[in-house]
Structure formats: structure tokens, C-alpha cells
């Protein structure tokens, strides 16, 4: 579905997404480190004359398509032996039962038959090093890559997939394309395990109600119990991943859920799964006092209202 339509429908369209300005440069940064045959993209992997390179088309008909064509370069780049790069091959990947296709921005194959995630980005890389938590967010959105191409590799003689990546990124505060190689062996293990634990998709859909949909054209009330039909877990990081977090964060504040106030909290607080259950642990008229929670909220209550006093604010 169309999350972000169907977020509007809702009421509670989100501001999400990358802005115009940032994805602008990204995408003249890329279209630097590729030009002229990929000149920089091939020095950056220690090729020095692009011409050694192979370009092969990737070009077909839809996703499925693509990915079958993309597949097909692969398996014909490791049989020639030689240095090839795709330019945004199409990658599928199965995600709780339904394939998802995933575009790189390059995969280079070695003559040795490795393949190598190329993940350009337009944050600066000063004195060798860039900013951690955009490097992270980088290696977790290449592990997802490498994981795409493994299911292909399996399929395929002689062929082995990197779990490292190189990020090239603009150097200092130049537009110099350079390069960092970035292991991600903790990402993909951290998103197997993600993927192994989600619900499947066939599973999620058997326990709705008979005749749900998400047609964005139904009337609001009629989408609105739709969408409530399935389970979510809200928390602050939504907001920087989906489209629905807006709506989400609204049930989840008028039904007092403790969700709301981030999965950190929420771990801390046990058993108390409400804003009410929370503020009556903490006055004493509410909740186990043997509770390791209850006796903390207590506790803080106590110092609290110590606090005040001794201010003079009652």
C-alpha cells in the first residue's frame, strides 16, 4: 500500500522523507563519482583505467524484471572473470513472506569472483572519518544489499559477496569523491535476526477481519478500523521511518500508552502499560510495592515532593 496516501486519507500526513535540497546534492555527488565511465567510482576501487571495467545494461520491464536481468549480469560478470559494475542493479529480497526490491546505488564484481556493496553518500568524510551515526545508518542500509545479493550468490559458481562495503563520500570539504571500507558482519547478523522474527505477511492478513482494505478511496471511519484492525507498536523512532508514525502517535497518546514516551521507558516500567497506571504507582493508591517499578516511582514521588518543599513551592 501507499503509506504516505494513506496516512492523508487518515488525517495525519507526515513530513517524511529526505529533502529536496539534500537529494539534490546526493544525486549530483553520484552522478560526479560516476561520470565519465565511472573514472572516479573504478580509481576509488583500484582499477586505474575504467576502460578494464564492464558496464553491462540493466534495463527490463518492471522490478521482477530488473532483478532477473541484474541476477543474470552477476552470474555472467563471475563466470568472465573480469572487473564489472552495476549501476543501480534491482535486488529482491523476501521480507515476512513477500519479496521487497531494493536498488544499490553500485555493486562492483572482482575477477576473483567477490561482490562488493557500493553505497555513495553526500555527508563529507574529514581526516578519514565521518560522522558515526550516518556511517551506521549507511552500514545498516548496505547490510540489507548484501543480504539481497547472497540469495543470488548462493545460486551462483565461484561467487562470494563482501561483508564489507565501500562508502565514498565527498572528501573534507571538497567535492572529491573518496572511499571507506565499512564492515558490516554486526548489521547483517542484527537484520537476519529481524527478518527471522517477523510475523509473515499471509499471517498478518488471516487474522484480520473478513473484507478489510486500505483503499484510500473508503470513507475515514471505515479506513480508520481498518488500519486499527492491525497491531502496532509505536515508539519516538517511528517518526524517522514511517509514514503512519503520525497517526500511530496519536492513538497511542489518547489510549495513555506508555509507548509514547520511547521503548526505553517502556522496558523500565514493567508491568505498568499506562500513563494512569504509572501516576497511581507513583501516588501510592495503585500497584505491587514489591514491583522493582513501583517502588522506584515511589521513591522519586517521595524526593520529589521533598524537593518542592524545601523550594517553598507548597
Known amino acids: 500500500m501507499d503509506k504516505a496516501a494513506l496516512a492523508s486519507a487518515l488525517g495525519s500526513p507526515a513530513a517524511f522523507g529526505q529533502s529536496q535540497f539534500a537529494f539534490m546534492r546526493g544525486n549530483a555527488f553520484e552522478a560526479k563519482v560516476k561520470a565519465d565511465g565511472g573514472k572516479e567510482l573504478t580509481r576509488l576501487i583500484g582499477v586505474d ?114 561483508h564489507s562495503v565501500l562508502l565514498v563520500c565527498p572528501k573534507d ?17 542484527v537484520t537476519r535476526r529481524q527478518l527471522a522474527r517477523l510475523t509473515r505477511i499471509e499471517d498478518i492478513a488471516a487474522a484480520l477481519p473478513e473484507g478489510t482494505t486500505f483503499d484510500v478511496e473508503r470513507p475515514a471511519e471505515e479506513l480508520t478500523a481498518a488500519v486499527e484492525s492491525v497491531s502496532a507498536a509505536y515508539a519516538p523512532e517511528c517518526l524517522a521511518a514511517c509514514e503512519l508514525a503520525f497517526h500511530c502517535r496519536d492513538r497511542a497518546r489518547g489510549a495513555g500508552a506508555v509507548e509514547a514516551l520511547g521503548r526505553g521507558v517502556r522496558g523500565e516500567l514493567g508491568g505498568l502499560t499506562t500513563i494512569g497506571d504509572v501516576l497511581a504507582a507513583a501516588r501510592g493508591t495503585a500497584g505491587d510495592p514489591d514491583d522493582p517499578a513501583v517502588a522506584a516511582l515511589r521513591r522519586a514521588a517521595a524526593l520529589r515532593a521533598e524537593a518542592l518543599e524545601a523550594a517553598g513551592c507548597r
Open 49 to 162: 583505467t575504467p576502460a578494464e571495467v564492464r558496464v553491462p545494461e540493466l534495463s527490463a520491464a518492471g522490478p521482477e524484471g530488473r532483478a532477473a536481468r541484474t541476477a543474470l549480469a552477476l552470474r555472467e560478470a563471475t563466470a568472465a572473470k573480469a572487473w564489472t559494475l552495476l549501476d543501480h542493479p534491482m535486488l529482491a529480497l523476501e521480507v515476512a513472506g513477500s519479496p521487497a526490491y531494493l536498488e544499490p546505488d553500485a555493486v562492483v564484481v572482482h575477477p576473483d569472483g567477490t561482490w562488493t556493496v557500493v553505497e555513495i553518500k553526500s555527508f563529507p568524510m574529514i581526516d578519514a572519518s565521518a560522522d558515526a551515526a550516518k556511517v551506521g545508518a549507511a552500514a545498516r542500509q548496505a547490510a540489507v544489499y548484501v543480504l539481497a545479493l547472497e540469495r543470488v550468490a548462493s545460486v551462483t559458481d565461484g561467487a562470494r559477496v563482501a
Open 173 to 189: 570539504f571538497s567535492n572529491l569523491p573518496t572511499a571507506s571500507v565499512v564492515d558490516v558482519r554486526k548489521q547483517l547478523s
